[in-house]
């Protein structure tokens, strides 16, 4: 009998990456706090990579997204429930 051979493991593409870091940042406990965090493209991060994952966010429902002057993109969710 043949022996399987075991695959390695595949490293995250650059879009997990990033979306691994954006995630990381909305679950930090000032963000989950605040229900706002402000997200950024990092300069070793693929211009393609956050456009998609722009529109991804985009889709969701409880999300607001208020671009800011600099290029930064404020995130907030839930906003009626962070008002009190």
Do not use: C, F, H
Not at 56 to 76: A, K, N, S
């Amino acid at each position: 009998m043949a022996k399987k051979r075991q695959s390695k493991p595949q490293p995250p593409s650059s879009y997990e990456l990033l979306g691994m870091r954006i995630q990381r940042q909305i679950n930090a406990p000032a963000a989950q706090s605040e229900k706002t965090t402000v997200i950024a493209r990092q300069d070793d991060e693929r211009e393609d990579d956050w456009e998609r994952l722009i529109e991804e966010l985009e889709t969701v429902e409880e999300l607001t997204m208020i671009p800011l002057e600099d290029g930064q993109i404020r995130l907030r969710w839930n906003p009626e429930e962070a008002v009190s």
